[in-house]
């Protein structure tokens, strides 16, 4: 970065304007990453060894010594170690007392040890400052420099000074320290990098499970039982028309269920006259779920418009327009334009559009940046009033869609609803049960449980 | 978090590694909630309360004491009573003496007092350390830990230790704390819940008037008037048709007007030969809805691309082509292609859809997170060339989409031109002035201005 | 903000809660639009000047002192003169002694010092306390108000409590401070605004090249061919037609190149039996371009989607639906569906709906709020699990798209190669041996080195 920073050390002898000595004790993959990168960064590193004998894998401008002397040159020392040989550590606690360690060290999976490995690390040597960070980040990316991910690196420790030196590095090796308060937070930062969309499982569960039930579902009412009784191969439809119809119907449902717990919730309170005891556990998993639910609704909602869009470009549908237009020649028809038709499909396509529109807010909504920049009041006028109306929309256009045929005994093949009918009855429920709460009399009571007010307000002595 | 911590406790009985006692000051529902949120974190909770009759509404891990003796035993006091209740506090100002003070108050209304409630709080208590904090955080979601929107807690104070105690339990309980500088931002912080949308009501309120009006003008010169002298029914229109002309007629509006003020403020400059002189406010407060008003138009031009884009899978489409081509067969007409409109055609859709292609790399450009990592000569780059040119492109799509219907006294109904023609007066007069002011003798001067050159320096004295 | 802030100070006059003086060196254009923008937010400013004259360019509530006189008035002094005329401020460092200093200045172009000017200063003054900021802000934005852009303030300084008090100033102007560490960030901070988009330039430049390429090589073998030999004037081809093959053509070798360096990396480790020696500089560049090669691919993706969704709306769609029914009319044909057809086109279509949705996914993944959401593990699942599905679903809608007509001579005008398979030349080379480095031996040998083992491991002693 400074091309002739010996002549500004030169001109200013005694200015604190320079990279300050890191010190890190082991030589392993991380260790090694991490010294590369704050010799390229500027910092003079000098490694805390057992062997002083140099490998051609440490950074050839990093000096290595053994762990007493390397940890003299340096205020700042980065514990590279596994947790399993952190007891070797109170060996040298005199000449790491009023150091600072940074405690680096990952764990193989969660919950491995009781405590984290930093507060561990602050037990074994009460005389240090221990911060923790940098584990989350990783050391391929350290290494080639393609940090294209976050270049955040979660701080966290007791020593508000300790803490500040620490962010002085991350920042100096051009990352975002991100502060995230006392030593206790160790636990959740060392858990941070082991986990994989743990907020996820559920939600692809479940929509996986039912996108399944749906599938099949709809393969055997439009594939098979057409092949089996018009003898008529349409397994093509597997393609586009079978996910068409299971997306929308998925998207509704999972909808559906975003509102449903809500639901559950206001009726609970109104039921127990108070708001002061816990949701039962699935109800309080199931609230936090919403979100991901949400977002794999508008997922599939939006390949449903891809999916519709693409229509006309199929040949399915050219044979039949070519079909319907050739037996309207030959029958010497007068084409005529079926008002009624035109309005229930105008309305049904406008329907879906507005809702998709009105969820595809919600969804940007729910991205961390927005959603950070808009109060509570603000969020909760977004998710609940327009993703209510977003709702109401979407099952309007399902129910327009489905028509004349709720009553057609044709509808029904094998005695089976056809799956959009499916889709219907979660949104229903949600929406007629919702009606009621907003009835002035429960709403006004509702209201009152959730600003405190008790039913039967017990005191213990 | 820590199974056994107490065995770490035993360990190490000097740790600083543990939650300190918060007191909090009242049992009202946010009190509790905080209360709650604070046990579950593994804070140990002192309530202060006038009857220290213990309540089940009270988390029942947590201690209530008259206010005095609870907070003797607490650095950290959150002060969860209402404003006009705080001056019983002064009686307590020997016990409050050098304690850190949370005041968590809302307001009821913007302006409801002359100074915010922690300013006045720090005024009745001037050996406290006041910190302004979780007023913006929900009751409702502390308790039910549905914390979907936001988990950012505002926090100010003139104190920085004090301030860092109060970040560091708002760290405790899995929140973000934002640190806002002194107190004198508490007004701020405190009217920040309150508010709904402010920067979106006029843009809101703009689109919705100006769309009303479109809407009833196509209205009657494409349902009315059609029914009127042709005694066609095509009020199905309402559904699709009609929608389809206001969003894109009232979307190239909104982006007009989206540059028209930088167009004005020019001028001003121009006309004044300074830069120096405030804008009226009309057009102050007109520059600060932009960023509304360009997202508003993004909405209604992507609501018209898929608006347009259903075209084939309506009725009134399907019945056009059976139309056309059952009287190309019955008039046994040779079909040929006609290149003159396939050009007009083709190009007009490209260049909508090139127009909106640009106009959503505008949105994404605004979008908090993107826009916060482009510096400013980025944004500029963004928003004024790539952002004009998308108005180009997308007044070239509405002109070339009216064609040769501008010269054709048939496309006047009622004497009334099209309502395509009304959505190109504003972008029209934008682009030509615009291009006026992009002539280098214009643009020199201007930017002699911007940069702080005036036509008549005047020194007072 | 504080209507009576008197009645305040009246009653309490030790309180701390008011804004204290800043001096600002020189009255140039930033200099005095800071000025209006601190007077505006509450601060009393004093400028420092040569002539104590007051120009009625300075806001009129400033007062105009001497430099020296200026100084003594703040404990923060905002230096808004030049660079080259810092060394006159050797002659106060006297009364500058202990002072906060903020170097606001930028330079004209990128590497115009050898040290940042904030540095140069410190050194010049090292009694004073210099902090680096404001130089990322527009003065024309802060007169104007309208901060569209990011309102965040880099600041960097060797003193934390000087940085402190800079940033309560920026907090106080509205604006929202980002601490990027000690002062040797400057260097950075003060480049930053000079930046266009750097890591846009070489894919941008690249993407254009190849796409120059293909719209000239389509140009001749869909235009010029056909009108050569068919003599069919297809120039309307230009509007839609064309693009819309250039488009997922470029798209997909953009995407392509994503995965590309990551496969050369591997077989460079492979081949040296190490991670521990630098990439050829080529390829470090290029891995550090992934990220925007891969969203300019999405962008075209995306064109591409709306270019073919919007083919039935086209008069050379309707002119070929109306001769192709008018023929099989003419001809007397019974019309049945072709199912070896529907299937290859169903399945094309939905291929390349499902690619492009996993490659919005990433483009969503890849937004910097939310990759800064998911932990390294998530991204990398992301970016290289998802990601290469996404690649493969797109190459194999290109492939099945092709079909039969990589064996039929007649797709081969002129001797060439149709577009689409020049398009499939890098994805499927990435594929292949991407599909043999998944292989488990080579796999295990793979993440061995990258886990820190080395073929040859050497010590120098």
């Known amino acids: 970065m400074n091309k002739n920073s010996s002549n500004i050390m030169a001109l200013t002898p005694n200015t604190s304007n320079k990279r300050e000595t890191v010190c890190i004790f082991g030589t392993g993959d991380f260790g090694r990453a991490l010294g590369h990168k704050m010799i390229q960064s500027g910092y003079p590193v000098v490694y805390g060894s057992r062997s002083t004998q140099i490998s051609n894998l440490i950074p050839k401008d990093a000096e290595v010594l053994g762990h007493a002397e390397a940890a003299q040159k340096a205020a700042v020392i980065i514990i590279a170690i596994q947790r399993q040989h952190y007891n070797f550590l109170t060996s040298l606690s005199q ?30 040597l009460p005389g240090s400052k221990v911060v923790k960070g940098f584990n989350t980040v990783s050391a391929w990316a350290l290494q080639s420099g393609t940090l294209d991910a976050s270049r955040q690196v979660f701080i966290c420790g007791d020593d508000v000074e300790a803490k500040q030196m620490v962010m002085n590095i991350v920042h100096g090796l051009g990352l975002t320290p991100v502060d995230k308060g006392s030593l206790l937070a160790a636990q959740e930062i060392e858990n941070y990098p082991l986990q994989l969309f743990p907020m996820w499982k559920f939600p692809i569960f479940l929509s996986l499970g039912l996108g399944l039930f749906f599938f099949f579902y709809s393969l055997a009412l439009d594939v098979i039982h057409t092949y089996v009784y018009d003898n008529n191969n349409f397994s093509f439809f597997i393609a586009i028309t079978i996910p068409n119809r299971v997306f929308p119907v998925l ?16 009726i609970i309170q109104l039921y127990r006259g108070t708001k002061y005891r816990r949701f039962p556990d699935w109800l309080d998993r199931w609230m ?18 891809v999916f519709t869009l693409v229509t006309p470009l199929r040949p399915y549908s050219s044979w039949r327009t070519s079909n319907r237009i050739i037996s309207q020649v030959l029958n010497n028809e007068t084409v005529s334009l079926n008002h009624t038709n035109a309005w229930l499909i105008d309305s049904y396509l406008a329907m879906g559009m507005l809702g998709l529109f009105l969820f595809v807010l919600l ?21 609940s009033k327009v993703g209510y109306l977003a709702l109401i929309l979407c099952t309007a256009h399902t129910m327009i869609f489905g028509g004349k045929w709720f009553l057609n005994p044709s509808a029904y093949k094998w005695y089976l609803p056809d799956i959009y009918m499916l889709s219907l009855v979660v949104p229903c429920a949600v929406l007629v049960v919702k009606f009621v709460l907003i009835f002035p009399c429960v709403d006004k009571h509702l209201t009152r449980i959730r600003q405190g007010w008790e039913r039967n307000p017990r005191y213990s002595e």
């Not at 991901?292 to 939006?302: D, T």
């Open 251 to 266: 998207a509704l449902t999972l909808f559906g269920l975003v509102y449903l717990p809500g639901i559950f919730a206001a």
């Open 288 to 305: 936090l779920a919403r979100k991901q639910l949400g977002l794999i609704a508008l997922a599939l909602a939006s390949l449903h418009a």
């Open 95 to 124: 000449v790491l007392h009023g150091k600072v360690l940074v405690d680096i060290s990952n764990n193989l999976k969660l919950k491995q040890y009781p405590e984290s490995n930093a507060e561990y690390l602050a037990q074994l």
């Open 363 to 383: 969804g940007i909504t729910s991205l961390p940046s927005v959603s950070n920049s808009v109060n509570w009041r603000e969020f909760r006028f977004i998710q």
